[in-house]
């Protein structure tokens, strides 16, 4: 499948808050950028590369949601995210050579609705690599 088929195209809603940090040191190929999310975790991508996404469900109105990126190996990802239909968030990853990139969004209870959501992730280049988390912390 080509880029564009892999990728969503979003817009960011207004209701989500973005945050970002820094670098901090590269992982080990095949260690996970990002660790496992947990008690509060609805998916966790340990490790991709390239282009990709995920489609989950289980998510709650009622509990707000987390979406953190983290990405190595030089240039950059574009993070979209739809819930039954409904753009919720984009936003993009610095992912430098040598060091991770890691981006976040937290969106307020009620912004995912309930059922399923996707994930589309944009990388720049074939040998980016990414892990990504959902949480919907009590």
Request: charged share 15%; hydrophobic share 45%; net charge negative.
């Amino acid at each position: 499948m080509n880029r564009a088929g892999k990728a969503l195209v979003m817009t960011a809603l207004a209701a989500g808050a973005l945050t970002g940090a820094g670098t901090a040191p590269a992982a080990a190929a095949g260690d996970p950028l990002l660790p496992h999310p947990g008690p509060d975790g609805l998916v966790w991508v340990p490790e991709w590369t390239g282009d990709g996404g995920v489609a989950s469900g289980g998510a709650w109105e009622g509990l707000p949601t987390v979406l953190t990126v983290a990405c190595e190996g030089g240039g950059d990802v574009r993070v979209t995210m739809r819930s039954q239909g409904a753009e919720v968030a984009a936003f993009p990853v610095d992912c430098p050579a040598g060091g991770a990139g890691t981006g976040s969004v937290a969106m307020a209870a009620g912004v995912v609705r309930a059922g399923s959501f996707t994930i589309g992730v944009d990388a720049s280049a074939d040998d980016i690599r990414w892990s990504l988390t959902v949480t919907q912390p009590e």
